[in-house]
């Protein structure tokens, strides 16, 4: 079996200047990316796509960690605005000669640096285990939940938009009845090459769901998300350095 990794990097970022070279537990995140592949023979190579220069990215890259070749491939500069989509990142690497024959790809983003190599070696053995097409990490959302609407109305530029409970509040239930609910927390993506080519997008077929816990699911996209996941990888024990995993 062979496994392609990507990990998308893109330069710029409105919120967090520099956001992928943003450190948190002494490395950056594009390197917490490439760790968590450290050692998972079944990772042939990993891609990181980018628009930073190779000097400018990692002058001391770390690459001796893991077992597989990582390239890092400069993407066009249409592929490296505001609005390009990871997806579209991910059909320029796989239109490329040298990533076709690959039977799984894994997403790894690197706004999610708590995620382990642990992690991705486990969600690899789920996918192949059950037998499924692609697959996503994921947070259990706990309690009671509200989803917030907005319903355009005839008027021009007006909406009206609320809150609508997901239980009903004239019987409430027992929390601890309650369904089991996730949300995507973003740390993993694995799919077959055929998946994103059918269907344009990351998830199809048969999904399976890789389950994390909430204290490691932060997806770095303010400077608070930044300073949490800071805060928590002083505070956990962190597989990515612990070289008997």
């Given at each position: 079996m062979k496994i392609l990794a990507i990990i998308p990097a893109r330069k710029g970022s409105k919120r967090i200047k520099d956001k992928n070279l943003q450190t948190v537990g002494g490395y950056t995140l594009i390197e917490h990316a490439v760790l968590s592949t450290a050692c998972i023979l079944k990772i042939e190579r990993v891609v990181i796509s980018t628009d930073y220069d190779n000097l400018e990215l990692?002058?001391?890259?770390?690459?001796?960690?893991?077992?597989?070749?990582?390239?890092v491939l400069n993407r066009p500069p249409e592929l490296a605005d505001d609005n390009t989509t990871t997806e579209a990142v991910m059909e320029h690497i796989l239109g490329m000669d040298q990533y076709h024959g690959y039977d799984y790809v894994v997403l790894l983003q690197?706004?999610?640096?708590?995620?382990?190599?642990?992690d991705v070696y486990s969600a690899i053995k789920q996918i192949v285990n059950e037998g499924t097409d692609?697959?996503?990490?994921?947070?259990?959302?706990?309690?009671?939940?509200?989803?917030?609407?907005?319903?355009?109305?005839?008027?021009?530029g007006l909406r009206w938009h609320g809150w609508v409970p997901e239980y009903n509040i004239s019987n409430?239930?027992?929390?601890?009845?309650?369904?089991?609910?996730?949300?995507?927390?973003?740390?993993?993506?694995i799919f077959k090459p055929w998946v994103l080519k059918e269907?344009?997008?990351r998830l199809g077929g048969?999904?399976?769901?890789y389950l994390m816990d909430r204290l490691r699911s932060v997806d770095i996209d303010?400077?608070?998300?930044?300073?949490e996941a800071r805060r928590i990888a002083r505070f956990i024990n962190y597989e990515q350095n612990d070289k008997n995993q």
């Open positions: 990692c002058p001391d890259w770390p690459v001796s960690p893991t077992n597989a070749f990582v390239d690197p706004t999610s640096p708590l995620r382990t190599r642990r692609s697959l996503f990490s994921a947070a259990e959302l706990p309690g009671f939940i509200w989803s917030h609407f907005e319903i355009p109305m005839a008027e021009a409430r239930p027992f929390s601890q009845n309650m369904p089991s609910r996730v949300h995507e927390n973003g740390a993993i993506y269907t344009g997008g048969k999904i399976s769901v303010t400077p608070e998300d930044l300073d």
